[in-house]
């Protein structure tokens, strides 16, 4: 009933006005489940190395009480599950914050090729250990982009990182960064890291930035990964409106490219490339 209509008909017990609210409950349960896997992949996760740090300190306070060569031993390889439970943490953490921020655009001018030079030299020690060599192709001008840089540095650190990993010993990791137009015809930096690995089999490259989702558990453990990367790439290209994409041909290495659209004009202004 209306206000207005004709009250003579209008039974007094009924309100003057109904509200009926409809929202999707499917997009609110699948968010929901994401959530609760997340939680119980996580715990699952740091549950796995907090088991291992457990049964050798048992041992320690046991069996190996006396042994000074088994504590060496021991030690050190609780300290790498340490390590591995600080890099689950910090992954989460990251990721958490990033989701966070999902909806806030960044607002500051960042030169990408900064960025990725910077990356580049700070990787230069692990590259140096796994016997890679970073061959950088820069453009001459600055790459102007819309961005935040600490979590531009975090995307580009996440995949050169890969690329060392999981690329080819003696060989050359590639990172180039070149002015490209995309299939939309919309201007901007492709930023391109190829590696001479063993690459990705074609049916896993649509599952890769799932949270967790790792190729060969195995090997991703004894490289140190924690199946987080990829998806926290995804999560801040996503807020950048960026792109990634992946090609891979098994056995010749693999492609992870990245497209951030140019500053629009009137987007941003000179004194925000300063903060
Ligand atoms: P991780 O911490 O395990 O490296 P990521 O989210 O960064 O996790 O990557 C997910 C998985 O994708 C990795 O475990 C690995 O199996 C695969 N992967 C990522 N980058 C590469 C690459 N350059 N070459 C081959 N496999 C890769």
Redesign the pocket.
Known sequence: YMPGSNTAERPQSLPDFILVVIQDLTENRRLERMRSDFVANASHELRTPLASLTGFIETLQGPAKNDREAQDRFLSIMLDQAGRMRRLIDDILSLSRIELKAHVRPDSVVDFCEVVRHTSDALSPLAKDLNVTIRLNMPDQAARVMGERDELIQVTE?LIE??L???SEGEFVDVSLSAQSDAAAATGWELSIR?Y????PTE?LPR??ERF????VES?RA?K???????IVKHILTRHRARLDVE?EPGN??V?KVFLPSIIEGEGTDEAAST
């Open positions: 996440n890969n690329a990993k999981y690329g590696d690995g063993d690459g990705i896993h890769l930035t989702y790792r190729v060969d991703s490289l990964g924690t199946g987080l990367g990829l998806a891979s290495g693999a992870f």
